[in-house]
Nanobody
Framework: QVQLVESGGGLVQAGGSLRLSCAAS????????MNWYRQAPGNEREWVAA???????NYADSVKGRFTISRDNAKNTVYLQMNSLKSEDTAVYYC??????????????WGQGTQVTISS
């Protein structure tokens, strides 16, 4: 089992910055890609960014150039640095990891989410 706990959300003015963290605990040894998703009220959950264990990153077009995903494998923590925030970034942000372990066991874990609210 793996537990993912997000933190760092809050209320910030448009144009400001926030840094989210997602700490993983439990059977984390073979976790690979870590993802951030978000869900705004009335919208479907959408993928935001991903980072592989080796550090390769990918971003949704809506956040490219403003958000940076990073990870500290020693701390089992992934971060999302969010700059130049806009009102449309308001959402609950979730951490997720999924894949297949070397044993062949598939896994899919989500955190509980952290609220990010951007005021205009």
């Amino acid at each position: 089992q793996v537990q993912l706990v997000e933190s760092g959300g809050g209320l910030v003015q448009a144009g400001g910055s926030l840094r989210l963290s997602c700490a993983a605990s439990g059977s984390t040894l073979s976790l690979n890609t870590m993802n951030w998703y978000r869900q705004a009220p009335g919208n479907e959950r959408e993928w935001v960014a991903a980072i592989t264990r080796a550090g390769s990153t990918n971003y949704a077009d809506s956040v490219k150039g403003r958000f940076t995903i990073s990870r500290d494998n020693a701390k089992n923590t992934v971060y999302l640095q969010m700059n130049s925030l806009k009102s449309e970034d308001t959402a609950v942000y979730y951490c997720r990891t999924y894949g297949t372990r070397p044993s062949g066991t598939r896994y899919d874990y989500w955190g509980q989410g952290t609220q990010v609210t951007i005021s205009s």
